[in-house]
Structures are given as structure tokens and as C-alpha cells.
């Protein structure tokens, strides 16, 4: 497994596996991998790439002053091992210093799906995503890019990107991976104490209970979305926002219309923000 620290090299290495007829899939990531982030490498492959480049780079960018970017968790020896098993052929992770010679002026913007849901509360977080992403497409030069569902807004959000600025890429959007339990693997996962990690199972069962009362018919809309701030708030948590919008437009639903639809929510759980959602069609 090649590991590349620099644009131009990455370039290089990118081209020459064009030049051999390789489909090169790439799996964005922060790093502090789990079987979620290693899910998308499988993903990579069935959707045909014979070459996949894992990128890990915290980008300071997507983060705000009061977020957690000097704490976000880094072990990029420990992600090399779990890659290596995985057969992955190329680790792209650059430092900040080769991606942002200076602050960037020159920004990627996508103003209608990315204005609701996670970013009332982190108003500059996917203009961040979408120039990195934007940024790590033009060092890897994939052919097939994967997004997790986790992130349900920014996989939505990049794929109106790929579109809108004709990058010659297919964009693939991975299932959400859960623990056992149902907590949906996050590298954030590692903040919670053990009492929060427990009455953060509130998010996962609750959005699964509000999928099969609505195909029950034994709620509506609304009131599972009441019920479900309410659980969460009766386990301690905090409630960022509770939706249910249509799965390609974002655009809310309230009334059963036959298309994919999903219950998104993020909530805090002391001072660690979760997000999760579930996706059915409805
Ligand atoms: P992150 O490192 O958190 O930026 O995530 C990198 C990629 O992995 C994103 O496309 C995420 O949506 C995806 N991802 C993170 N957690 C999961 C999960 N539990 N299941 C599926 N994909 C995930």
C-alpha cells in the first residue's frame, strides 16, 4: 500500500493507473477508521474500482473556531494497519500546510441542500466539505467516489456538486454501518462516557420505532417527530433538530408520498454532537 503525503505525487501516482486501465475509486475520510469508514472501501470495489485511494485529512475548514478540530481524534499508523488489511492500494493524507497554502479564497458553495438540517447550527461547515472535497478530487482524479449514508445531508450535498460542476465522477452512497446495539459508528463515538454512550442508543431505537409506526400506520409525520425529540430528551439529550425530508431534495415531508424519505436528527449528548437518520420509503 503506497501512502502519499504531497498533491503532486498523488497526481502522478493517479495518472499512471489510468494509464494502466484502472477505474480509481476514492473513499474521502478523517481517519480514526472503523468498520463504517472500512464498509466504504467494499463499496468502492463492487461499484467496480481496481484501484481505491482512502484520503485522510482533518480539514480544519469544515470545522468552526468552538468545534472540536484540535481534539479530533488522529492515529494515522493505526488507519495505515486497518487499510493495509483491506487491501487498499493507496493512502492519500496530506498535511493541512499542502492542502491550504494560505487561507483559501477561492471556496466550493452549494446554496439550497446545504442550507438546512446540521447547517442552522454549523452554518460554514459544507462550504468547508465541498471545497476539500472538491480539492481532494482534483489530487486523486477518481472515477467513483464514496460518500456514507451517516452523513446523510453531505452525501446529497456533494452529489449536487459532482453534478453541477461536471466532475467526471460517479458519486455512491454507502449504508450507514451500527454497532450491535445500534449506535451508528462514528469517529466522534469515542467522546462518550459510558452513561452518555447508553442513552445515546435513544437515537438509533427511536428512529427505527418512527419507521414502523409510519408503516403501521399508527402515527403520522409530525407526531413521530415529537416523539422522538421527546425520547430523546427524557434519555438527557439535547435536540439539535428532528426532521423527516425527502431523501434526494432535502425538502421537507410531511404526508406519505411513495418516494424514499428519511428521519434525520442530530442531538448532543453532553458535549458530543451525534448524528443519525434512517432511510425508507414511505
Ligand atoms: P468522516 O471520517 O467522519 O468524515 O467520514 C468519512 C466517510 O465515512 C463519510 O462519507 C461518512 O459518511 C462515512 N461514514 C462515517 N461513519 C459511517 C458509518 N457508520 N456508516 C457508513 N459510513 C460512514
Known sequence: MKIIHTITEMQQYSKEQQRKGKIIGIVPTMGYLHDGHLSLVDTARKNGADCVVVTIFVNPIQFAPNEDFDK???DLQRDCTLLEAKNVDAVFAPSVKEMYVEEPTCLVVENKLSRGLCAKTRPTHFQGVTTVVAKLFNAVLPDIAVFGQKDAQQARVLKRMVRDLN???????SPLIREKDGLALSSRNKYLSAEERENALVLSRSLKEAKEALEAG?????????????????????????????????????????????????????????????????
Open 72 to 74: 479530533y481524534p488522529r
Open 167 to 173: 466532475f467526471p465522477i460517479r458519486l455512491v452512497i
Open 218 to 282: 399508527n402515527t403520522s409525520i409530525d407526531s413521530a417527530i415529537e416523539t422522538i425529540k421527546n425520547n430523546i430528551a427524557a434519555k438527557g439529550g439535547k435536540v439539535d433538530y428532528v426532521e423527516c425530508v425527502d431523501s434526494e431534495t432535502l425538502e421537507d415531508v410531511r404526508t406519505k408520498t411513495g418516494r424514499e424519505i428519511m428521519f434525520v436528527l442530530a442531538a448532543y449528548f453532553g458535549s458530543t454532537r451525534l448524528i443519525d437518520n434512517i432511510l425508507f420509503t414511505y
